[in-house]
T-cell receptor, first 115, second 110 residues
Framework: AQSVAQPEDQVNVAEGNPLTVKCTYS??????LFWYVQYPNRGLQFLLK??????LVKGSYGFEAEFNKSQTSFHLKKPSALVSDSALYFC?????????????FGTGTRLLVSP | DADVTQTPRNRITKTGKRIMLECSQT?????MYWYRQDPGLGLRLIYY???????NKGEISDGYSVSRQAQAKFSLSLESAIPNQTALYFC?????????FGPGTRLTVL
């Protein structure tokens, strides 16, 4: 089955420090991977995706993610965290078992950036 | 995403009541989805639709039904609400791999 795991319920980082939010995946075949962010009282917003090509994917708001096939990981990173980055982050993988574009989401990681 | 709207944004109802959540989109996408979000469980797919003639069950469709009235409208119904359906519900749309989400409906079933 297609799945993603987010091993950390919460990540705490000080403003200005680099941040990493972890995601590992389990798929059959080549993965289509996504990161979404949810701010309080808002819907999910698309950050970035990996389909193929360069293992380092750049996305919105200065975020990037590194695809690592050998470690089956797709960690979200940002060189310098902002307080406004505090939110809930979801990793997702496309369900390749069907032709339909279904996504399977992780359980989410709450990022708290302290001033 | 302002192109995907959901009504109502908040709803409190009682056990046994029928309730409908509505979703509209102006993005021109053919694919639409309903998810529920519960703390610690992430998002789980309830139903999805390729077009007005194509409705498919997701992983947690029991207790829910949907209607695709037009390409732009996709409604979720709870025929007889129960307390464990208390959750945050999201509608999403897509034309490619990227899904775009509405602001959500917070539903409380007493």
């Amino acid at each position: 089955a297609q799945s993603v795991a987010q091993p950390e319920d919460q990540v705490n980082v000080a403003e200005g420090n680099p941040l990493t939010v972890k995601c590992t995946y389990s798929v059959s075949g080549n993965p289509y991977l996504f990161w979404y962010v949810q701010y309080p009282n808002r819907g999910l917003q698309f950050l970035l995706k990996y389909i193929t090509g360069d293992n380092l994917v750049k996305g919105s708001y200065g975020f990037e993610a590194e695809f690592n096939k050998s470690q089956t990981s797709f960690h979200l990173k940002k060189p310098s965290a902002l307080v406004s980055d505090s939110a809930l982050y979801f990793c997702a993988v496309r369900d390749m078992r069907t032709g339909f574009q279904k996504l399977v989401f992780g359980t989410g990681t709450r990022l708290l950036v302290s001033p | 995403d302002a192109d995907v709207t959901q009504t109502p944004r908040n709803r409190i109802t009682k056990t046994g009541k029928r309730i409908m959540l509505e979703c509209s989109q102006t993005k021109g996408h053919d694919r639409m989805y309903w998810y529920r979000q519960d703390p610690g469980l992430g998002l789980r797919l309830i139903y999805y639709s390729f077009d007005v003639k194509d409705i498919n069950k997701g992983e947690i469709s029991d207790g829910y039904s949907v209607s695709r009235q037009a390409q732009a409208k996709f409604s979720l119904s709870l025929e007889s609400a129960i307390p464990n359906q208390t959750a945050l519900y999201f509608c999403a749309t897509s034309s490619t791999d990227t899904q775009y989400f509405g602001p959500g409906t917070r539903l409380t079933v007493l």
